[in-house]
């Protein structure tokens, strides 16, 4: 008879732990859970999934109550505006015309943020992008979203970022 494992309690976490790996199927996964309040947001699940063995890794967030499809456009105007808190189920797309989007799939991550942790996403994604590119032509434009990026972090530009999300777990939160 196989020993039933009782998760532990941190706080509001809830952790289990020595679940088997979907990836190398180890017993050395552990999920964890939480609840959280966001404000203007409401109750939200957080769910995480990460494997000492093989580094897999996996995350969502889900809101407590049903929500309508969400459509949101964000201006970022100012280096104040980078504190605005963004919520992104697995199930959103964001996008920042010209730069690029994060798109929904078997590898996205649900995450809590802000307008600046986005930014800095998509500075990784670029970068790596950049950094594979053969052609030089993709390397240029690769290092020009990285400048533009920058300057918005600066405060020296302006962007749009728009997060779609047909179940309703994704958001951008202004303080009002």
């Known amino acids: 008879m196989a020993e039933k494992k009782e998760p532990r309690q941190e706080g509001k976490v809830e952790i289990l732990e020595g679940e088997t790996c979907p990836v190398c199927a180890k017993k050395e996964l552990t999920l964890t859970e939480a609840d959280d309040d966001i404000p203007y947001f409401g109750k939200v699940f957080i769910f995480g999934m990460r494997c000492g063995a093989c580094g897999y890794n996996k995350s969502d967030i889900e809101a407590a109550e049903q929500k309508p499809p969400v459509k949101q456009t964000f201006e970022v105007k100012s280096k104040e505006d980078l504190n605005v808190r963004i919520v992104r189920s697995s ?24 307008v600046e942790g986005v930014i800095e996403r998509f500075k990784k994604q670029i970068e790596s ?13 690769a290092k020009n979203m990285l400048k533009k990026l920058q300057r918005v972090l600066w405060g020296d530009e302006t962007l749009k970022i728009t997060i779609e999300d047909p179940t309703g777990n994704s958001g951008i939160i202004e303080k009002r």
Not at 129 to 141: L, S, T
């Open 91 to 114: 199930e959103a797309t964001i996008k920042i015309p010209h730069v690029g989007s994060m798109e929904p799939g078997a590898a996205a991550e649900g995450f809590v943020t802000n």
């Open 129 to 141: 992008i950049r950094d594979a590119a053969e052609d030089e032509e993709d390397r240029k434009k």
